[in-house]
């Protein structure tokens, strides 16, 4: 310290001299420290000619008050040779000084230097300036927010033609500010249900994502489970997807390879009375009697003329009013509102019933051959299944494992009789076996039974119906691969068969056979349940949607990807779970 830098008179208290030297404030030169200039905000990698972004920020370090007010000024180098554009000398503000429009005008390695008058200059770390932007990437890719007033920062990045990637100063807007609004700095914000492609534009060049309110906001009415895939109908018409969307199954209006866990509406603004899940495509009937269909259409399973897929409803060919309508495999049918039968897809073991089998593509609606007045119809693998007005059960295709049910195993292009005189109220075959509830709540099921899906205490195939272990009394059975699940007559979900990803619901996954039917755990009251290939989800008398099993692609809705569930799991985005 110098002698001369305070001066004590004689006599003054300790303190007095204590106060003074707190007081008193050092200078660079108080303790031999230089003064000089450091990038507080480091350039970053943009393309030539956009302005670097975020701001390039210089501080004075180590300097006095007069000093650190001195003019600050930049310069570039670099072996590219490129210029320096915008403003390059700035004076500081409280000992920083900020640069926000620096540019430079060609692709290279750079550095830049910071002098000022009264200091030590300061370099910055290397950046790069790519070639110009040729593409703009936004991430997360189709991003589902849940609940109104949910945010979720999005992310931009720019890419060369040399694929180099690099940041800048996007330019963000929004599709539909009612539904989704998005801030300069790419967070976006659910304002209402819908979607909203959010768009981030760099260099003249712009990129977007798509992004989804997706909380149902209604009571779920009714689900069904595919493949892969779920999709369900609340109260209003609306009808949600969630899982695979591969084939564009979900009617989302986009093809993903990614799993998507949440449900998200179906685009078109069409109401649907029921919506049914098959292995790669959906359809719906509206409350109008309209239906459309979505997803895979490599063998005319849409029935809209084509066999080209769709990622959102298409209307179903021709002027047939239907009641009902249920996706199979490769093929789909359904029952027009005066009982008569119609299916349109593939037919090679005559599963559309039209009396022979066929390698064609029936691109639309065909009836059913043999006249009958059906109350509704379940499409399966290669087999139908439908339930007359007067309960009779009636199958047609494929017979291999007796899924038909008429006491064979020879495949059947119409419909013929189901074994045993019974009268159901309802039918539902899936992959290769079949399932039905009498008038009076008892359980059947037919065809194959590799592990234990037929619930009769065996694994033993069946050609005709047999009666599922228990005094159970249900009011619907639906059958999935390998397992089968159904609701009694009290709400109770009960299901057998296999369980290697949980989707017997039971609390626990085993590899254990359950030939008989186990509850379901959890305590809840159903109203429905549909079991598909892996997994199972039901509806309560609450119109909660739940669902249990295999989650590999997200079909379980729980929004969280890969995690298999072996207990019931409230679907994520609804009202009141």
């Known amino acids: 310290m110098s002698r001369n830098r305070m001066r004590i008179a004689v006599g003054t208290s300790l303190l007095t001299v204590l106060i003074a030297a707190c007081k008193w404030a050092p200078f660079a030169g108080d303790w031999n420290l230089t003064a000089y200039l450091e990038f507080v905000g480091q350039p970053t990698a943009v393309p030539a000619g956009v302005t670097i972004f975020p701001s390039v920020v210089v501080r004075f370090v180590y300097s006095d008050s007069s000093c650190s007010q001195q003019l600050v000024t930049l310069t570039l180098s670099g072996a590219a040779g490129g210029t320096l554009g915008g403003t390059a000398a700035q004076v500081p503000v409280n000992g920083s000084a900020t640069f926000a429009d620096l540019s430079v005008d060609r692709p290279g390695t750079y550095a830049l230097t910071a002098t000022a008058a009264c200091v030590k200059s300061g370099s910055s770390q290397p950046f790069t300036i790519t070639g110009p932007v040729v593409s703009v990437g936004v991430e997360p890719p189709s991003p589902g927010l849940t609940t109104l007033g949910a945010t979720l920062q999005l992310a931009a990045y720019g890419r060369d033609a040399a694929n180099i990637a690099s940041g800048g100063r996007f330019t963000w807007t929004s599709s539909d500010t009612t539904k989704v609004q998005v801030s300069t700095g790419g967070l976006v914000t659910a304002v209402a249900y819908g979607s909203a492609t959010v768009a981030a534009a760099l260099g003249g060049v712009s990129g977007s994502t798509l992004v989804r309110v997706a909380l149902m906001p209604g009571a779920v009415a009714s689900l069904d489970v595919g493949i892969n895939h779920t999709c369900g109908v609340i109260s209003g018409g609306a009808a949600y997807c969630w899982g695979d969307n591969s084939s564009g199954q979900l009617g989302i209006g986009a093809v993903g390879p990614l799993p998507i866990g949440t449900p998200l509406a179906v685009t078109g603004g069409v109401l649907f009375a029921s919506a049914s899940a098959g292995f790669g495509h959906t359809c719906g009937v509206t409350v109008g009697g309209r239906t459309y269909c979505w997803g895979n259409n490599y063998l005319a399973q849409l029935g809209n003329g084509t066999t080209t897929n769709q990622s959102a409803p298409t209307a179903v060919a021709g002027s047939l009013s239907f009641a009902a309508v249920s996706a199979g495999f490769y093929h789909t049918c359904a029952v027009t509102s005066g009982g008569a039968a119609y299916c349109w897809g593939a037919n090679p073991l005559g599963q559309l019933g039209i009396g022979s089998a066929d390698q064609l593509h029936h691109t639309a609606p065909i009836a059913v051959a043999g006249g009958l007045t059906l ?118 979900a009960y299901c057998w068969g296999a369980n290697s990803f949980g989707q017997l619901g039971i609390g626990a996954v085993d590899q254990a056979l359950h030939t008989a039917p186990v509850a379901v755990g959890g305590g809840l009251t159903f109203a429905s349940v549909s079991a598909g290939y892996y997994h199972t989800c039901g509806v309560t008398t609450g119109g909660v949607a739940y669902c249990w099993g295999d989650n590999t692609s997200g079909q379980l809705g729980t929004a969280a990807a890969a995690f298999n569930s072996a207990v019931p799991v409230a679907v994520a985005g609804q009202a009141s779970p």
């Open 375 to 492: 109350a509704s119809v379940s499409a399966g693998y290669n087999q139908t299944c439908a339930v007359t007005t007067g309960g009779a059960a009636y199958c047609w295709g494929d017979n291999t494992y007796g899924q038909i049910g008429d006491g064979s195993q020879t495949s059947r292009p119409s419909p013929v009789a189901v074994a045993g005189g019974l009268t159901f109220a309802s039918l539902s075959t899936f992959v290769n076996h079949t399932c039905g509830v009498t008038a009076g709540g008892r359980a059947y099921c037919w065809g194959y039974n590799s592990n234990g899906q037929l619930g009769d205490g065996t694994m033993t195939n069946r050609s005709a119906p047999v009666a599922v272990t228990g005094n159970l009394s249900f009011v619907a059975v639906s059958g999935g691969l390998y397992h089968t699940c159904g609701v009694t007559t009290g709400g109770a």
